[in-house]
């Protein structure tokens, strides 16, 4: 005979194993293993599939292994996936088209894509809210930036992130020297990106 707390926790396994199969089903979790803590993100395929689509590729290429959180501001976001640890611009040759009209809003925890001035040229770099960033949404009058996850576990390390002190530095592409700001003073790196499920 079971016990109420064993009945209990029986339960919650299987409501908590369901609501897995759920996310593995449509919308897939990736963890992101970083020299200060893991972050585990579910990813928005139902909301933003092309976006989650070009990310999960770099995840399945090994593009992230070794690049950093170059761009870091507190109470604001967490920026990489685009520079090597020696501040050399990784480039995968891919964009993706703008998808921030999904209705997805740059809340506390989400992931969206980094991008120039041209709404579609996200390629790898991403970036992760730490406070609700409702300008960088879309609307009628601004294209937006692409929300396509959110972190399940892990923000204390997003905040940690964030509290890193910053300065300038200079990194390189492929046509010369590029000066970056706001890049942490002790490298914010990312060891791989793994699909926890597809």
Known sequence: MLSLKQ???SVLTVVFM???SMASAENPIVKLETNVGDITVLLYADKAP????NFLA?????FYKHTIFHRVIDNFMVQGGGFDV???QKD???TVANESKNRL???RGTLAMARTSDPDSAGSQFFINQRNNPRLDWTPFNPGYTVFGEVISGMRVVDFMASSPTGNAMGSTDKGKMPLQNVPLDPIVILRVTRVSS
């Open 7 to 9: 009945t209990i926790l």
């Open 18 to 20: 369901a609501i897995g």
């Open 50 to 53: 092309k976006t989650v689509e």
């Open 58 to 62: 770099h995840v399945d290429e090994g």
């Open 86 to 88: 020696d501040l050399k």
């Open 92 to 94: 995968s040759g891919r």
């Open 105 to 107: 809003h740059n809340e």
